[in-house]
């Protein structure tokens, strides 16, 4: 069996073929964790919002319009002025193409998302990191405990599991996780935007270990968590324990982020080897300004990065072309189910890329409807 | 293929025999939904709870311990005084051996369960029917139709999926929305204890009418269920609903409630053909006091009881003996989830009872160590 044409294989091809041919065997199922973190309104940390402050909503309105095709929380339109949609637009037609099951986790979200969801009970927006005190430690671990029942309940034995998340200033607590558990991340980090704020991600971070009073790196996740992560890391690592445990193989669909699930999951002694790999954009593993490649050779070696080829270069939307200029890049699980999509079904990225412009025109159609101009 | 002597057939057996057939080779996957409803709180309407107003804790203990193994809201055993258990000890142990995967879903629970669940956004606690008004008309629309896009996400094309409940008060609530649909259901539902009140669920049941104006019967479904209905039967017909669009057989696991749901579907239209059937306990075919087969024939003749044969008679501990003397007789799916144990892994009611009084024995030994002596 080859690789599919589609995705582009980063770090061991062998192992990423065994991977493939496990996860196009199995039982699939799709997994979106969202939560919010306070860091995200730092100024400057995170663009995936109208304002710092909008960006603890955007978790719940990004579900509420993948699952709905609307936001609901909101009266808006899932994109910027400029015409800049969601990666959830690419996840929402992929998973359509797919037609597996799937579910919205909440870890966590300012707001309660207006569709069914599952509801971790200890589920809890993460405070700001640079105050070094991010979540309870008991939160931690009752996350990461809840997550991996969650697992035990829903993935089906010898399952191929696709797991999303949704977090802005993820990538700033994931870079502070693995620096933590002592990684080097400082700078290899994505961006929503093209222009990576690295020195600010860096100095949000030593302001919390400072106030922490942490000493790293550490060898406890909990405690590293709790000063400086948020809910959402440790529950995705959790409930890779518990799919693991289901016999499953797991995508996982997000950028340099997963590398924070990665190190969570090295620390406590999990073999991923075959079991494990990273779903992703062209746009991740291709941006200049973070190095996913290098977290993974770090962090854990033996995870192949799947990435999907799509390329929007010559979509017929401005919005949508700004993909190819930096903006973005990942989120929400649109890689992965995009790479999902090519390994399960065999769905050409053409043809995906016109179900993606008819996704696009129908939203355009809403807010004209509502009297936005998405591209003004 | 015939049917396995471990089920009993009540109703058309050709129709049992096609459902069963189609059944055995969908993707499974298991649901309970949980909400209260004031109702029960009305004295001696329910016996589901240590008094009136802990029947409002029963469905979150109930899953919790479903999934747990031990109810966290509350330090205690899922037991009586007396040793009789919840029926999601049958669950438990069924669903263990089974081994698929499973959720809760709360529809408007009195206390949010400490395990991960999907939350409706709209789930609320209903109302005391004998106010005519149980819900607001919206809240109801919203549960259905929240319910039937879970079903979308959730379930497998071609699932085979198992629906359960816990809901004290229920089958008052469920008598209540048969008799407003215009189905004679007076008399004819089960109570979890021998002594079935039902001249105190019909004047419960005509007060809220009174106080509804509501003219019935009526094929207003929404309107009825906001008159004297509850969050659950209408979120689990929502379900069915979704579930049927993913080309799925659904066993509905419950008792004389789940004809309520049937009600409901029959008053939309719904195809049920083949595709439905209700799952139970001998317990509840057999009641005396009350009759699922009457109602099935008068509301959905089309639709197939499949009733687990399992008979506690020969228990070695007493409060398991209860069970043949009428106390409980169903719940939490208890009987639906053996007879897909039987269906789909074929495993034998001996084999199963022998689990079932390890688990009895497990919850012993917590109530010992607690110092609670659950045969006092």
Redesign the interface.
């Known amino acids: 069996m080859s690789i599919p044409r589609d995705v582009l294989i980063v770090g061991d091809e062998k192992a990423a073929q065994r991977f493939i041919e496990e996860f196009r065997r199995g039982?699939p199922?799709a997994l979106y964790f969202i939560a919010s973190t306070k860091t995200s309104i730092i100024p400057g940390i995170s663009i995936a919002g109208p304002s710092p402050e909008g960006t603890l909503y955007t978790p719940a309105l990004d579900v509420e319009y993948l699952?709905?095709g609307r936001p609901l929380t909101l009266n808006v339109i899932p994109m910027t002025p400029e015409g800049l949609p969601t990666p959830a637009l690419l996840t929402r037609v992929a998973l359509s193409m797919l037609?597996?099951?799937?579910?919205v986790?909440?870890a966590g979200s300012y707001i309660?998302?207006?569709?069914?969801?599952?509801?971790?009970?200890s589920r809890r927006v993460g405070e700001r990191i640079d105050t070094g005190k991010a979540l309870l430690v008991e939160v931690a671990r009752a996350l990461f405990e809840?997550?991996r029942?969650?697992a035990e309940?829903?993935?089906?034995?010898g399952g191929s599991v696709i797991v999303g998340e949704s977090i802005p200033g993820g990538t700033t607590t994931a870079m502070a996780i693995m620096e933590a558990l002592g990684f080097r991340a400082i700078g290899k980090v994505s961006s929503a935007g093209p222009n990576n704020p690295h020195e600010l991600k860096k100095r949000v971070f030593e302001e919390g270990i400072k106030n922490s009073g942490l000493a790293i790196p550490t060898s406890n996740v909990f405690e590293a968590v709790a000063a400086i992560g948020d809910p959402l890391h440790i529950s995705i690592a959790g409930f890779v324990v518990g799919a693991l445990s289901r016999n499953s193989r797991i995508l996982l669909a997000g950028g340099t982020q997963m590398c924070a699930v990665l190190a969570i999951l090295k620390k406590f002694g999990i073999e991923l080897r075959e079991r494990v790999a990273i779903g992703t954009t062209r746009w991740t593993v291709k941006d200049p300004s973070s190095d996913i490649e290098g977290l993974v050779r770090d962090i854990a070696p033996e995870v192949p990065i799947i990435a999907t080829a799509l390329n929007l270069g010559d979509a017929p939307f401005p919005g949508l072309r700004m993909y190819e200029q930096g903006f973005v890049k990942e989120g929400v699980g649109a890689g992965g189910t995009i790479v999902a999509l090519t390994l399960l079904r065999g769905v050409e990225l053409d043809e995906l890329k016109k179900a993606i412009y008819n996704e696009y025109q129908r939203l355009l159609q809403i807010g004209a409807a509502k009297g936005i101009d998405a591209r003004s």
């Open positions: 039982i199922l699952v709905a037609s597996i099951p799937y579910m986790v909440d309660e998302p207006r569709i069914p969801h599952v509801d971790l009970p809840e997550s029942i969650l309940m829903v993935v089906p034995s």
